[in-house]
């Protein structure tokens, strides 16, 4: 099976500039996911998918963010305009639809640097 | 509103030692899920463990084991006979059951093992 897929793995960009990333879920998983991590904490949810969906977003996804899943498959995360406290790491992790099976998988995560 | 407390920031055992991860969780569902997960200094998160609130049965995974009670609100786990591939941040997680499934996870603030040789 191949597992979540993020990219890029590392992202270092100047504070002001905008920044996409992309995530690949395990195939037939219809449930998308979006979390940041800073250090010393762990993930945060920022929002959710169910197929093409976004059915939540956190209030931690400032209007500067913007995430999408057109089709359903594969998703990307926006940040505009950059600062320094957008530093962290985005981690994304999927689902399967079957109930009993419902854990989430992350992926490797993309390592933000805001200079 | 549901948190997760992990109070061991850190935690350094000898190898071959014992060594339990305490979590705490606070909800108001009857339905939730708990969780384990590992994370590795290469940074990605691995699932470890999922439980239902009806489940109190313990489990005992190879050198892993984790005992879920409900009347404290606990789900600590137990690694026996520490190994130094061991050494990791774990994170224990709930989440509500929305649709017959999870939902978003809250997550604790992790707990780091250090296993030293």
Known sequence: DTGVSQDPRHKITKRGQNVTFRCDPISEHNRLYWYRQTLGQGPEFLTYFQNEAQLEKSRLLSDRFSAERPKGSFSTLEIQRTEQGDSAMYLCASSPPEMEKETQYFGPGTRLLVL | ?117
Do not use: H, M
């Open chain 2, 1 to 117: 509103a549901q948190k997760v407390t992990q109070a061991q920031t850190e935690i350094s055992v000898v190898e071959k030692e014992d060594v339990t991860l305490d979590c705490v969780y606070e909800t108001r569902d009857t339905t939730y899920y708990l969780f384990w997960y590992k994370q590795p200094p290469s940074g990605e998160l691995v699932f470890l463990i999922r439980r239902n609130s009806f489940d109190e049965q313990n489990e005992i995974s190879g050198r892993y084991s984790w005992n879920f009670q409900k009347s404290t609100s606990s789900f600590n786990f137990t690694i026996t006979a520490s190994q130094v591939v061991d050494s990791a941040v774990y994170f224990c997680a709930l989440s509500e059951a929305r649709g017959g499934g999870t939902y978003k996870y809250i997550f604790g603030t992790g707990t780091r093992l250090k296993v030293l040789a």
